[in-house]
Nanobody
Framework: QVQLVESGGGLVQPGGSLRLSCAASKTIFSIDAMGWYRQAPGKQRELVASITSGGTANYVDSVKGRFTISRDNAKNTVYLQMNSLKPEDTAVYYC???????????????WGQGTQVTVSS
């Protein structure tokens, strides 16, 4: 069973930085798009940033210029560097990946367990 294991959340003051990481737990055949979503209390889950297998990144407008998504294909890992954090960035952050676990299999959606990011003074 493939799992996505997240790390890097925590409490940070406004203006601070955090780096989230998300790695696949076992050897897999291929990963297509990867991304980070977040869900704040009382709000719907939203896509924060995504990155294709070729490295093309997209961001929600509210984080452009502050967040950077990247991936290491050799390590099956995606990162989210978050700078200039604001209280409104407070949420549970989930990583997502489209994974083909084995040769000849299709791609399926996998989710991390979620990591809390709290921005507060």
């Amino acid at each position: 069973q493939v799992q996505l294991v997240e790390s890097g959340g925590g409490l940070v003051q406004p203006g601070g930085s955090l780096r989230l990481s998300c790695a696949a737990s076992k050897t897999i055949f291929s990963i297509d798009a990867m991304g980070w979503y977040r869900q704040a209390p009382g709000k719907q889950r939203e896509l924060v940033a995504s990155i294709t297998s070729g490295g093309t990144a997209n961001y929600v407008d509210s984080v452009k210029g502050r967040f950077t998504i990247s991936r290491d294909n050799a390590k099956n890992t995606v990162y989210l560097q978050m700078n200039s954090l604001k209280p409104e960035d407070t949420a549970v952050y989930y990583c997502h990946a489209e994974i083909s676990p084995r040769v000849g299999w299709g791609f399926y959606d996998y989710w991390g367990q979620g990591t809390q990011v709290t921005v507060s003074s």
